[in-house]
C-alpha cells in the first residue's frame, strides 16, 4: 500500500471513528462501520454515495458569467485540504471518496454554475500552488480571508471563520485572555490564520515581560490528537468546527473560541479564486442565491454548522490584517 493510501486510510478511520463514538457508536450486524450516524435527530452520511447531498438547478443568468474556458470544460476544478477533520472535509467509509461541509459547499456553487465538479484535492500550501499554477479554479477548504492574501487572490465568503482552543480533559488550565498562552505549548498548523494569530499574541506577551509561547506545528490531525491525548502539548488552536467534533468524541474540553482574526474583526470563510480570473463574481453570486433560496442553510444544517451562516456572501471583505514587521 503506497503512503498516499495508508494516509487516507488512517484519516477515514479516524474520521468514521469521531463519527460513531459522537452518536454512540451504532454498528452493522456484521460488526463493521455502519454509513450513516444520528443524534438528536441530525443523521451524518459517512458513505460514498452521498445520497442526501443538498443539489441546486443551474441559474442561467449566473452561469453565464463565468468565463468562457471553464464553461467550454464543463467542469469547475476545486481544490482543498482533505483530512480527518469532520466535518469540514474527510473521507468516506471507502477511504476514497471526499465528504464534507467544504465539499458540499462546493458542490453547490459548481450546480448553479451548471458545471460538474472536478476534485483535486492536497495539502494546505499545495492548493495555492494550485491555484497560482492555474491547475485549479476554486479552492473550498475552511480559508479565512485574510489581508495579505488578497493581495493574490479574490475571495467570496460563505461562512463565519471561529477558531478553538482544544485541551486535554485533564487540563486545569484557565483562560482568560491572551496572556493566559504565555509559557504554554501549543500545537497549529503551519501557514494557517491560526498560527499567525499565535505569532502576534506571542509577540506581545514577550514585548510585555511574559514568557514566550512554544508552537508546534502538526499537519495531520492525527498527530495532534496524539499529542494531545499524550500530554506533549498544552492545547491545539484549530477550526472550530473540527475541534468541537472532536472534543465531544474524547472527552477533551475547547476552552475558549475566538474569531479567526482575533479581536479586530469577525473573520469569514471564503471560496478563493486566481486574482482578477474573472470568476469570482459568479462564485458570490451563486453563493448569495444559494443563501436567498435556501440551499446555502441545507448544506450547513446538514453537518450541524447552522451557528456560523452568514446572511450574505461578499466579494474580499476585511480580513485579518497582515503581519507587522
Not at 15 to 39: E, H, Y
Request: aromatic share 6%.
Amino acid at each position: 500500500m503506497s503512503l498516499a493510501s495508508r494516509r487516507r486510510r488512517i484519516s477515514a478511520l479516524i474520521a468514521v471513528t469521531l463519527l460513531s463514538l459522537l452518536v454512540g457508536g451504532c454498528a452493522k450486524g456484521d460488526g463493521g462501520t455502519t454509513d450513516t450516524r444520528s443524534v438528536n435527530g441530525l443523521t451524518y452520511d459517512l458513505s460514498p454515495e452521498q445520497k442526501g447531498r443538498i443539489h441546486a438547478e443551474k441559474v442561467d443568468s449566473i452561469a453565464a458569467q463565468v468565463p468562457r474556458a471553464i464553461r467550454d470544460r464543463g467542469t469547475l476544478v476545486v481544490t482543498g485540504t482533505i483530512g480527518a477533520t469532520p466535518p469540514l472535509g474527510f473521507y468516506a467509509t471507502d477511504d476514497r471518496t471526499v465528504i464534507g461541509s467544504e465539499v458540499d459547499v462546493a458542490e453547490l456553487i459548481a450546480d448553479i454554475l451548471g458545471l460538474k465538479v472536478d476534485h483535486r484535492n492536497g495539502d494546505w500550501a499545495q492548493n495555492f500552488v494550485k491555484i497560482d499554477s492555474g491547475e485549479a479554479d476554486l479552492f473550498v477548504s475552511n480559508t479565512t480571508v485574510t489581508e495579505e492574501r488578497k493581495e493574490k487572490y479574490d475571495f467570496a465568503t460563505y461562512r463565519k471563520d471561529n477558531i478553538a482552543l482544544e485541551v486535554p480533559k485533564d487540563s486545569t488550565w484557565t483562560y482568560q485572555d491572551r496572556k493566559s498562552l504565555a509559557g504554554k505549548k501549543i500545537g497549529v498548523a503551519s501557514g494557517t490564520n491560526q498560527e499567525q494569530l499565535l505569532v502576534a499574541w506571542n509577540d506581545r506577551n514577550v514585548a510585555e515581560g511574559l514568557p514566550r509561547l512554544e508552537l508546534a506545528y502538526y499537519q495531520q490531525p492525527a498527530d495532534y490528537y496524539l499529542a494531545l491525548s499524550s500530554g506533549r502539548i498544552d492545547g491545539y488552536v484549530g477550526p472550530n468546527p473540527s475541534a468541537q467534533y472532536h472534543s465531544s468524541t474524547t472527552g477533551n474540553k475547547v476552552l475558549t473560541t475566538w474569531s479567526g482574526a482575533g479581536d479586530a474583526l469577525q473573520a469569514e470563510i471564503a471560496a478563493l479564486t486566481r486574482k482578477d480570473n474573472g470568476l469570482i463574481g459568479p462564485v458570490q453570486q451563486a453563493i448569495q442565491y444559494a443563501i436567498d433560496h435556501g440551499t446555502y442553510k441545507q448544506v450547513l444544517d446538514r453537518w450541524g454548522l447552522g451557528g456560523e451562516a452568514v446572511s450574505q456572501s461578499r466579494i474580499n471583505p476585511p480580513g485579518l490584517p497582515k503581519k507587522k514587521g
